[in-house]
């Protein structure tokens, strides 16, 4: 029997990778309650979007896609981050979109759905105090079933960095139980995923509110058992939550990468004062964490053009990098968001200086990143495979890159491999960023 084309819904996935697993659980209730899904939006005529609003530059992707969606005469629903934090405005300065939802509202979707259909022209379903707890019922609907899956261990976050927004469009930090956790993991697996990557706002601090005390390093050991994983991967860790508890057990499980993602923004103790961040000497810690986890790679953010952020400030943090020599590192443009308590904080720096920081900052890790890369040549590593390019290399990736924000590992072979499979490469070059091996 053909489905009715109302009962087809298109859905449009911005953001983050927490995002990401929204959009799978929206796709997981439309799924569960009839409707045909697709990621076509030519094909149906209600589209789903779910939007970001981190920064200026991800909500201006939002917007343009539901202009494109309206102009194209779809039915749009908003939801996400940007409804979370526009709502009404949205409303008013795009009159024709049909539904509202927001952060911790999307499991209102079918009851949303059915009251546009019943001829409701327009619905809004925002809390002002959004708390998201991450619904158990539902069987998530991956967008992407690929070697690796993204695993949401939290959701909102108990600290207020002056640049961020996320708390207010989230609400506070809530754990999801380990046993919930360990039940969607084996799911995972059975489905084909051989590296699971744990995120959170901050995946250190899972527990605290549950268990009363950090409970990270008992939730690796539990995946570490799973029988046909491969590897558990941590992203988004908090500089005080450190320990060598944790970095023991991130030492000690096989299948837990060597890998720590530590968004640091920035070294200069007033900066990170003014940021409302840790304010201690982070090198000690760094020195820590490659003491208790022998060649582990290291990756980091640092947000440059912050208010106040004076010239010997940012030499502090050039200095910094260029000491610490980072295997991986992301350098953000201050972006000012409003309701942050960073928009009204005075001397705001020009988008000029700011570039220039960037810019100055990015060279300098692209020499670090290429001198680290040409210590691979030569050695075999293990690697994930991915997928496949039009020219005949295997892509992958090494224990040292993440999906999608790190580097790839292209390897010439005439052996059959496949999509999931770790295989053992021998670096044999490498540029800036990518390495090029052989099996």
């Known amino acids: 029997m053909k489905m009715n084309k109302t009962k087809k819904i298109a859905l449009i996935s911005h953001g983050c990778a927490k995002n990401l697993v929204d ?9 569960e309650n009839g409707y045909e899904i697709t990621l076509n ?19 201006k992707e939002s917007v343009d896609s539901i202009l494109e969606m309206i102009n194209e005469g779809k039915k749009v629903i908003i939801a996400g981050c940007l409804a979370q934090k526009h709502g009404k405005e949205l409303k008013k300065a795009i009159p024709e979109i049909s539904a509202l939802i927001g952060t911790s509202d999307f499991t209102k979707i079918i009851e949303v759905l059915k009251n546009l259909e019943g001829g409701k022209e327009y619905i809004e379903e925002i809390n002002n105090n959004p708390n998201y707890i991450y619904p158990e019922e539902i069987k998530r609907q991956q967008i992407t079933v690929g070697s690796s899956s993204y695993l949401k261990i939290a959701d909102g976050c108990n600290y207020r960095c002056g640049y961020c927004i996320i708390p207010f469009l989230r609400g506070d930090y809530h754990s999801r139980k380990i046993e919930d956790i360990i039940s969607e993991a084996k ?24 268990y009363k005390k950090p409970m990270l390093s008992e939730l690796l050991k539990e995946l570490n058992k799973i029988e046909n994983l491969g590897w558990i991967r941590i992203m988004y860790a908090y500089p005080t939550q450190m320990t060598d508890e944790l970095l023991d057990t991130i030492a000690q499980c ?25 304010a201690f000497d982070y090198r000690p810690m760094i020195e820590n964490i490659r003491k208790k986890i022998p060649n582990v790679t290291i990756r980091t953010a640092f947000i440059v053009g912050y208010p106040g952020e004076t010239e010997e400030e940012f030499e502090h943090l050039y200095n910094f990098v260029k000491d610490m020599k980072f295997n991986k590192m992301g350098v953000f443009e201050y972006s ?13 720096i020009s988008k000029k200086i700011t570039h ?17 890369n040409e210590n691979y040549i030569g050695k075999t590593i293990p690697c994930i495979i991915e997928n496949f390019t039009d020219d005949g290399y295997v892509v992958a990736r090494s224990q040292g890159d993440a999906p999608e924000v790190d580097g790839l590992v292209y390897i010439k072979t005439d052996e059959p491999v496949v999509p999931g499979d770790i295989e053992n490469v021998k670096i044999i070059s490498c540029d800036e960023y990518d390495l090029i091996g052989e099996i």
Request: a neutral charge.
């Open 254 to 278: 096989d299948k837990v990468v060597k890998y720590v993602d530590i968004p640091l923004q920035h070294s200069h103790p007033d900066m990170l004062k003014r940021m409302n961040r840790p």
């Open 41 to 59: 939006e030519n094909d149906a005529n209600t589209v789903i979007i779910n939007t970001c609003s981190f920064i200026h530059d991800a909500e």
């Open 187 to 210: 799911l995972l697996v059975k489905k084909g995923v051989t590296e699971i990557v744990l995120i959170a706002q901050d995946t250190t601090g899972y527990g605290l509110d549950l």
């Open 336 to 348: 000012r968001e409003k309701g942050t308590s960073s928009y009204s904080m005075k001397p705001q």
């Open 23 to 31: 959009s799978e659980l929206i796709l997981g209730l439309l799924a």
């Open 356 to 372: 220039q920081r960037y810019k100055k900052l990015m060279e300098l890790q692209q020499n670090i990143s290429k001198e680290i």
